[in-house]
């Protein structure tokens, strides 16, 4: 009963290749976000998406692409990956609820780029 | 968003109660005061968040000055699986939902 998943859980490639991560959220949220937290272990958000919609974009490359194709989906797209975006990957969601924010983070995507 | 202050580490004994103090001296009259933690490598838990009273769940106490210029959230009897980074977040209720985490405090419960 996986809350919100993502897949893979670890992805090593090459400078220049082009890769995704998925996320599910079964928890029947509105609002699903991407996180990064780099090697120095701060947590920075990314995206969100409110029922497939983009509400925050935080000044991330446009290598990097976010796809909400329903509302329990938001995968990640990143275009001619650089050593640079080796990091860890958080997805999450939140229902729109105006007092309850709570979100729930899946496990991450461990991503590195060699 | 408010800036909040927190202690790089701290530790705890077994079983005592762990106090993890948050300073955010900027917060305004409209941002409460959320606590997240991260147990290595895993995704970050909600924990409990407040405005100006004193909340508690099943897993912790959140203590709140009455300027709220600074928190306190309590775990009342530390286990060894309460090991992990501790974030304080001070954060509106608006449409932007995002969360701003800081460096949080790193807490080791030991045996």
């Known amino acids: 009963d996986t809350a919100v998943s993502q897949t893979p859980k670890y992805l090593v490639t090459q400078m220049g290749n082009d890769k995704s991560i998925k996320c599910e959220q079964n928890l029947g949220h509105d609002t699903m976000y991407w996180y990064k937290q780099d090697s120095k272990k701060f947590l920075k958000i990314m995206f969100s998406?409110?029922?497939?919609?983009?509400?925050i974009n935080e000044t991330v490359p446009n290598r990097f692409s976010p796809k909400s194709p329903d509302k329990a989906h938001l995968n990640l797209h990143i275009n001619s990956l650089e050593l640079g975006d080796s990091a860890v990957y958080f997805c999450a969601s939140s229902p729109r609820d105006l007092f309850d924010y709570e979100q729930y983070f899946g496990p991450g995507t461990r991503l590195t780029v060699t | 968003d408010a800036k909040t202050t927190q202690p790089t580490s701290m530790d705890c004994a077994e079983g005592r109660a762990a106090n993890l103090p948050c300073n955010h001296s900027?917060?305004?009259?409209?941002?409460?005061v959320y606590w997240y933690r991260q147990i290595h490598s895993q995704g970050p838990q909600y924990i409990i968040h407040?405005?100006?009273n004193n909340e508690t769940n099943e897993m912790a106490s959140l203590i709140i000055t009455e300027d709220r210029k600074s928190s306190t959230l309590i775990l009342p009897h530390a286990t060894l699986r309460d090991t992990a980074v501790y974030y304080c977040?001070?954060?509106?209720?608006?449409?932007?939902?995002?969360?701003?985490f800081g460096s949080g405090t790193r807490l080791l419960v030991r045996p």
């Open positions: 998406y409110n029922n497939k919609e983009l509400i």
């Open positions: 407040g405005l100006k």
């Open positions: 900027t917060i305004s009259g409209n941002e409460y």
């Open positions: 977040i001070v954060r509106v209720m608006d449409s932007s939902y995002k969360l701003i």
